[in-house]
Each structure stands twice: as structure tokens, then as C-alpha cells.
């Protein structure tokens, strides 16, 4: 007959045990969640929060560059700073840095096929055939 233990191991739970180094770590512990660290600092928001300010941040300098006179490096940049947005916002707010590699793949081959495809096409002369 198998024995039933009150108590499940320490590595099994969530909530600390009194008297064991994991309530000592959980009590010193800061929530988390609330911060961010960035290239080595700690920003006292939560994730979502940061990646808001900067996609706010790219757009504020995306609408600067817009209202410049026109020339290719301005284009140049406003497509970069698109790509910035759209991998920040699929990275994050759509959770794919949590998924599968394949889950990346998926995304990323087309991408680059249509990426491919699209300059393929833009260097083909117009006309006299």
C-alpha cells in the first residue's frame, strides 16, 4: 500500500515553507513583474508598459522624419523603424518570443520570400519589351 504524504516537497509548491531558504527568498524578493531590465538597468514599470513608451517613442520620431524634406535616407529609416515596431509588437504583445522556434519560422519564411519576391520584381525594367 502506498504512503500519502501531508505535505508536498518544497521543490513542488508555491508558497514558501516557514522556516526554509525559500520564504527567506520570497520575502526579499520585489514583485517581479513590476520591473524591466533593459540592457543592464532596472526600469520600475512592468514589460508591456516599456514596450508601449517605445513604440510611442519610434512613432514620435517616425512622424519627425515624415515631415522632413523627401529624400531615400528618410524612406530608408521610416521602413526600419516599421520593421522595429512590427517585430517589437509580434515579439510582445503577440507572445511569439514565448513560443516554439517554429512558430517563428512560420513567420519569418514568408517574410523574407515576400521580401525577396517584391525586389525581385521593383528591379525588372518597365516597358520595351
Known amino acids: 500500500m502506498a504512503q500519502v504524504h501531508e505535505h508536498a516537497p518544497a521543490a513542488f509548491t508555491d508558497k514558501a515553507i516557514p522556516g526554509t531558504e525559500k520564504e527567506a527568498v520570497d520575502a526579499a524578493a520585489p514583485h517581479n513583474h513590476d520591473v524591466t531590465v533593459i540592457m543592464g538597468r532596472t526600469l520600475p ?46 515579439a510582445f504583445y503577440m507572445h511569439l518570443r514565448e513560443e516554439s522556434p517554429l512558430y517563428t519560422a512560420i513567420l519569418v519564411v514568408p517574410v523574407v520570400l515576400v521580401v525577396i519576391a517584391t525586389l525581385f520584381l521593383t528591379s525588372v525594367p518597365l516597358g520595351n519589351y
Open 45 to 90: 514599470f512592468p514589460v508591456y508598459t516599456v514596450v508601449f513608451g517605445i513604440l510611442a517613442a519610434i512613432t514620435i520620431v517616425e512622424v519627425i522624419i515624415s515631415e522632413l524634406p523627401e529624400g531615400t535616407i528618410g524612406n530608408i529609416l521610416l521602413i526600419v523603424l516599421s520593421l522595429i515596431k512590427a517585430v517589437l509588437v509580434v
